[in-house]
């Protein structure tokens, strides 16, 4: 495990001392001995799943409304020019 801790360190380039590899050692190994005892687990009557809850999508139809208050909205842009936010120009 100390060989890891050192790879590991080496990758991240940390300075680790002999203590700290030693605190990271026990606890990667503590880490996967809790890894390999999830193994023991029966799930054969388990379907797999991506979601802990039921989820579902909720769509609704667009709409296309009138907006009234322009201005207010325009007020929260720096930048305003002919009813539309003025932005930096990024292309040539």
Do not use: W, Y
């Amino acid at each position: 495990m100390q060989i890891d801790v050192d790879h590991v360190a080496k990758l991240a380039r940390l300075g680790l001392s002999d203590e700290e590899k030693k605190l990271f050692a026990k606890q990667l190994s503590d880490i996967l001995e809790f890894a390999n005892s999830l193994k023991k687990i029966k799930t054969d009557d388990i379907p797999p799943t991506t979601q802990a809850i039921p989820m579902k999508n909720v769509f609704r139809e667009d709409q296309v409304i009138t907006c009234n208050n322009i201005e207010d909205i325009l007020a929260n842009g720096p930048e305003v020019e002919s009813h539309m936010f003025r932005v930096p120009k990024i292309m040539e």
